[in-house]
């Protein structure tokens, strides 16, 4: 049982252009989201995180968006560049933060 | 600050055989987490260990097994291994909870042949 989804498993985007990466969830008692990166050979790094009382969250390049009524949350990246060519993954966890569930990632091809 | 460190970074092992991962997380980080990554199936939970000990588990069979130390380094043992069990082991490490986030480290590749 998937109970965080990313749906697109590849994205390819021109460089300069938004990327955006979304992510579904189907536990209620989520109410922590994370973004990582991951490239390859190497572990995933931490991106950019929102709680549930907020629905955008911004750093730089980076905005997460979250739509609780949908479980639906969304990473845009702009703009893109060839750098940010990685497997993002999408992370959720309950308020007892013992445990991250994340999904399955979505591939992002920034082409020069 | 020296990260999470994992050894060693490759290992190839016959069916049956078992195998024992080790993980070093970030000085002052009491929380060591593990996941299974295999293609399609993205990062699944194995568990997660606090001051030695096991606070979460999650899906997968008596033959995956932890343990942490006093010093908060951690060991995984995966016993009478199966092809199945051939993935890139992740060990994540915090400073209580997940709220705060991971740091992971680079990961050991499992082969099992």
């Known amino acids: 049982d998937q109970q965080v989804k990313q749906n697109s498993p590849s994205l390819s985007v021109q460089e300069g252009r938004i990327s955006i990466l979304n992510c579904d969830y189907t536990?209620?008692?989520?109410?922590?989201f994370l973004w990582y990166k991951k490239y390859p050979a190497e572990g995933p790094t931490f991106l950019i995180s929102i709680s549930s009382i907020k629905d955008k969250n911004e750093d730089g390049r980076f905005t997460v968006f979250l739509n609780k009524s949908a479980k639906h949350l969304s990473l845009h990246i702009v703009p893109s560049q060839p750098g940010d060519s990685a497997v993002y993954f999408c992370?959720?966890?309950?308020?007892?933060?013992?445990?991250?569930?994340f999904g399955t990632g979505t591939r992002l091809a920034v082409r020069p | 600050k020296a990260g999470v460190t994992q050894t060693p970074r490759y290992l190839i092992k016959t069916r049956g055989q078992q195998v024992t991962l080790s993980c070093s997380p970030i000085s002052g980080h009491r929380s060591v987490s593990w996941y299974q990554q295999t293609p399609g199936q993205g990062l699944q939970f194995l568990f997660e260990?606090?001051?030695?000990?096991?606070?979460n588990k999650g899906n997968f069979p008596g033959r995956f097994s932890g343990r942490q130390f006093s010093n908060s380094r951690s060991e995984m043992n995966v016993s009478t291994l199966e092809l199945g069990d051939s993935a890139l082991y992740l060990c994540?490490?915090?400073?209580?909870?997940?709220?705060?986030?991971?740091?992971f480290g680079s990961g050991t590749r499992l082969t099992v042949v």
């Open positions: 994540a490490s915090s400073p209580g909870t997940a709220f705060y986030g991971y740091t």
């Open positions: 992370a959720a966890s309950e308020s007892s933060g013992d445990k991250l569930t």
């Open positions: 260990y606090f001051s030695e000990t096991q606070r």
């Open positions: 536990n209620s008692m989520f109410d922590y």
